[in-house]
């Protein structure tokens, strides 16, 4: 069953995929939005904000991040949402195929094709004069980070890319998701902010995460930012992933 489930996977990974070099304006569109950001941030705010950082692109690249893989997993809900509508899940559910393979393609699709978007930043952050003495197992660290908030997120965007009525609903859900990093440390610190939004950016996913990228771009300590950062990450992929596939079962039941 593992290598049938494997295989149907490896298969319409690779259906999606193809879809995407096809299309490859998926993978620019999702970048465009968070270097306009970045280039808005550093070279019109970047000098009226105070953040105790030699150079503000270092500071904000972080928060970029996240918002790069935000506005990326808005495309899985919408894929899914165009394979509904157009029967592809009915023919699927016609051959011998693993059924959680179909979810699993699109999920991986959208993790591979939001590592491209996130390189893309970081190549242009590297122009814009973004420097770090990170170590390779601080990159691997920060690498690791971004899978797992990847993951976390796209299958949140299974839930609706299943259950919308329309593509503008499919792909809504992601704005909320793309504001949140303007609630926390990801462009200024949070002790600037007046006391109720503090609490609330301190506490909040985004900045644990933001936080922890940035010390190990810096070689700072990361402290248990760290396992909170990854505890909210681990806690919101267990939480969509159930209500992801039970979506899915009652779509295909």
Known sequence: MTKHFAGDTAVLLGRSLRHIARSPDTIITTAVMPIAFMLLFVYVFGGAIETGSDSYVNYLLPGILLITVASGISYTAYRLFLDLQGGIFERF????????????????????????????????????????????????????????????????????????????????????????????????????????????AENQPVTSIVDTIRDLFTGQPVGSAIWTALGWCAGILVVAYFFATMAYRRKIS
């Open 93 to 200: 559910q016609s051959m011998p195929i693993a059924r959680p393979a179909v979810l699993w393609a699109h999920v991986l699709t959208s993790l591979v094709a939001n590592l491209i978007s996130l390189a893309v930043v970081v190549l242009v952050a590297l122009l814009m004069g973004f420097r770090t003495g990170a170590s390779v197992t601080a990159w691997l660290a920060v690498t690791g980070i971004l899978v797992l908030f990847t993951l976390a997120l796209t299958w949140i965007a299974v839930i609706p890319g299943l259950t919308a009525k329309s593509v503008d609903g499919a792909s809504a859900f992601a704005y909320p998701i793309i504001f949140l990093p303007f609630v926390s440390s990801a462009f200024v610190p949070t002790e600037s902010m007046p006391g109720p939004v503090r609490a609330f």
